[in-house]
């Protein structure tokens, strides 16, 4: 089993819709849970952290199931410029590195 | 300068030549970490430097070698590359390696080997 897996995508979507990313890890000693977003041809930039209870920032809600090993990533209402790549990220358990998911790949269409 | 600059942006070179890949961090922090990024794969972490102590070597081959003389500066030489060793290459920096808050990347050195 991968460490992090998720859908590659590409998901098309268009404006104004709510699109679902969803992502399972593998080591259940994983502490620290991340969303990154990378645009074409640049570097990951840190989304939102993830955290148990669950939390929102604007029209991005991310989840955590522990018990499942499963990340979700919900964008409300979504804007031409949500266009990017979306990567889970985990922490690799007691070595804290972090491990990146393949991305999935989101387009916004007008 | 801020967050986490690297230099070159671009560099093409020959399976003969040796370059150096230099990234800087104006963040404060203490950890560096040198990642590589191919098409169709994900963020493979290549070597950890955590306090300027190398911590981790993911099974990198030998042509490429790290080198980090202060926390807030770090290398990857290169020699006799490989055509499959082009990549895109990302530094980034946390407050530790252990961390609630991501690490930070720059923005990557894209390399060819011809």
């Known amino acids: 089993r991968k460490e992090v897996e998720q859908d590659p995508g590409p998901f098309n979507v268009p404006e104004g819709a709510t699109v679902a990313f969803n992502c399972t890890y593998s080591n259940s000693a994983s502490q620290s849970f991340f969303w990154y977003r990378q645009d074409c041809r640049k570097e990951p930039k840190l989304l939102m952290s993830?955290?148990?209870s669950g939390n929102e920032d604007g029209r991005f809600t991310a989840q955590l199931n522990r018990a499942s090993q499963y990340i979700s990533l919900l964008i409300r209402d979504s804007k031409l410029s949500d266009s990017a790549t979306y990567l889970c990220?985990?922490?690799?358990?007691?070595?804290?590195?972090?491990?990146f998911g393949k991305g999935t790949k989101l387009s916004v269409k007008p | 300068e801020t967050g986490v600059t690297q230099t070159p942006r671009h560099l093409v070179m020959g399976m003969t030549n040796k370059k150096s890949l230099k990234c800087e961090q104006h963040?404060?922090?203490?950890?560096m970490y040198w990642y590589k990024q191919s098409a169709k794969k994900p963020l493979e972490l290549m070597f950890v430097?955590?306090?300027?102590?190398?911590?981790e070597n993911n099974s990198v081959p030998s042509r490429f070698s790290p080198e980090c003389p202060n926390s807030s500066h770090l290398f990857l030489h290169l020699h006799t590359l490989q055509p499959e060793d082009s990549a895109l290459y990302l530094c980034?920096?946390?407050?530790?390696?252990?961390?609630?808050?991501?690490?930070?990347f720059g923005s990557g050195t894209r390399l060819t080997v011809v």
């Open positions: 980034a920096s946390s407050a530790m390696t252990r961390t609630n808050y991501g690490y930070t």
């Open positions: 963040l404060g922090h203490n950890a």
């Open positions: 990220v985990v922490d690799g358990g007691s070595q804290g590195n972090l491990i």
């Open positions: 430097y955590n306090f300027k102590e190398q911590t």
């Open positions: 993830v955290y148990s």
